[in-house]
């Protein structure tokens, strides 16, 4: 079984709060999904997510796959099921809208997520800040260390380099100290 968001950080969460149980789980082949659902206990396998999206025993939709999520999200929502969208919920500010306002006339929870804003460091850093540790800030610089972003990166990462995917280093979430 491959690393990823689902493998890594999803699934144990979830399986971790006992108000869940995780009872489907869909990756690009059969294969793989059938090996992830007998790895974690997982009733139904499948590779395509809009199946997925359809079954009556899935109530929840965690969206954690590469970009571009608005897809996959919106057919979530269109089948009545709550939402929980990996960054970027979206390319685009449009797209973004548009998941809300369905999520909303179809009156199911939604929500994107941000895990590094949970993070103890960035927030140490944001909690130094407020209380005036550092002086005003006027600005700052960011250096990034990732294999997403460089002069080269493997092809597993090329769709991060994408701007229509809404995953480059230029759509990063601002403000997130505020």
């Given amino acids: 079984?491959?690393?990823?968001?689902?493998r890594d950080a999803h699934i144990p969460a979830l399986?971790?709060?006992?108000?869940?149980?995780?009872?489907?789980?869909?990756?690009?082949?059969?294969?793989?999904?059938e090996e992830t659902a007998e790895h974690f206990g997982i009733h139904h396998a499948f590779a395509d997510p809009y199946q997925?999206?359809?079954?009556p025993d899935v109530d929840l939709v965690s969206i954690c796959v590469r970009v571009s999520h608005h897809e996959l999200g919106m057919a979530a929502?269109?089948?009545g099921k709550h939402l929980y969208c990996e960054w970027p919920l979206a390319a685009t500010t449009e797209q973004a809208e548009q998941m809300r306002d369905l999520a909303v006339r179809k009156g199911v929870h939604h929500m994107v997520g941000l895990q590094a804003r949970g993070t103890r460091e960035f927030n140490h850093v944001r909690d130094l800040v407020a209380a005036g540790y550092v002086g005003k800030v006027l600005s700052c610089?960011?250096?990034?260390t990732t294999p997403a972003w460089?002069?080269?990166f493997a092809f597993?990462?090329?769709?991060?380099?994408?701007?229509l995917n809404g995953n480059?280093?230029?759509n990063q979430p601002r403000g997130t100290l505020n």
């Fill in 141 to 144: 610089t960011m250096i990034i």
């Fill in 15 to 33: 399986s971790a709060l006992p108000e869940f149980q995780i009872t489907a789980v869909s990756t690009s082949r059969q294969e793989t999904a």
């Fill in 52 to 55: 997925m999206v359809q079954h």
């Fill in 1 to 6: 079984m491959r690393n990823g968001w689902a």
């Fill in 150 to 152: 460089g002069t080269e």
């Fill in 77 to 79: 929502l269109n089948a």
């Fill in 156 to 163: 597993d990462w090329a769709n991060m380099a994408d701007r």
């Fill in 168 to 170: 480059t280093l230029i």
